[in-house]
């Protein structure tokens, strides 16, 4: 199982950006790929997953409608489309892979807690300043 991550720049506020996470090693309808990113000094945070048996997509609340996440299966890649970014979105982006089906709890996809996910990829830097 492979994840490598690229699309990763430095951009001005209010540019956009599309992360790419290449998959090898699995099939992504098996899967919930989510992303994450880590600040400087800051937690992991999940920023968003979308769920390979049916295509439900989450996103954290700082992110919704500005970032979208995708897949292409042909490709065996997901994307991160990044818009409206902000300086705060400026850390290191990854990509994550869990096997279905997610944990569930309280009725809801635990989809932003980085141990649910076994496989990671390196990181791609994402730096958001003018």
């Known amino acids: 199982v492979q994840l490598v991550e690229s699309g990763g720049g430095l951009v001005q506020p209010g540019g956009s950006l599309r992360l790419s996470c290449a998959t090898s090693?699995?099939?992504?309808?098996?899967?919930?790929i989510s992303w994450f990113r880590q600040a400087p000094g800051k937690e992991r945070e999940g920023v968003s997953c979308i769920v390979g048996s049916d295509d439900m997509t989450y996103y954290t609340d700082s992110v919704k409608d500005r970032f979208t996440i995708s897949r292409h299966n042909a490709k065996n890649t997901v994307y991160l489309q990044m818009n409206s970014l902000k300086p705060e979105d400026t850390a290191v982006y990854y990509c994550a892979a869990a096997p279905l089906p997610l944990t569930v709890r309280a009725g809801r996809r635990i989809w932003w807690i980085g141990s649910e996910f076994d496989y990671w990829g390196q990181g791609t830097q994402v730096t958001v300043s003018s």
């Open positions: 090693g699995f099939t992504l309808d098996y899967y919930a």
